[in-house]
């Protein structure tokens, strides 16, 4: 399945629309666009998973990439998914231990991200 990438702002936030499946073929593009907008001063970075289908350990490494990255100058990461299955997949790793995981993007924005994690 292909990789769908689409970004928006959202007043001081940088939100990226994730579809479709986040693996090992598909994650080195996830990668570049998360360090292309980060690279490119986005400081407040939330990556919604909704349209998601399938993430293997890749896709996360990658996404602890892009928390590691923001950190390192000051910025702060959410992610949004309700998807059962993902959220699965972030429990048994204790990543819901390091992400703050929203239900929706309004609820990320409203949590206001800011801490990092």
Not at 31 to 38: A, F, G, S
Not at 84 to 105: G, S, Y
């Amino acid at each position: 399945m292909e990789l769908s990438l689409t970004t928006r702002t959202i007043g001081e936030y940088t939100v990226l629309d994730v579809g479709g499946e986040v693996d090992v073929y598909t994650a080195p593009r996830l990668r570049e666009r998360l360090v292309e907008l980060i690279d490119g001063g986005a400081r407040r970075v939330v990556v919604d998973l909704g349209r998601v289908d399938f993430l293997d350990s890749t896709g996360l490494g990658v996404l602890v990439g892009a928390l590691k990255r923001l950190r390192t100058v000051s910025g702060s990461f959410g992610l949004v998914c309700d998807k059962e299955p993902l959220l699965k997949i972030f429990r048994i790793t204790a990543l819901d231990q390091v992400f703050p995981i929203h239900p929706t993007v309004d609820a990320a924005l409203a949590a206001d991200t800011g801490s990092g994690a």
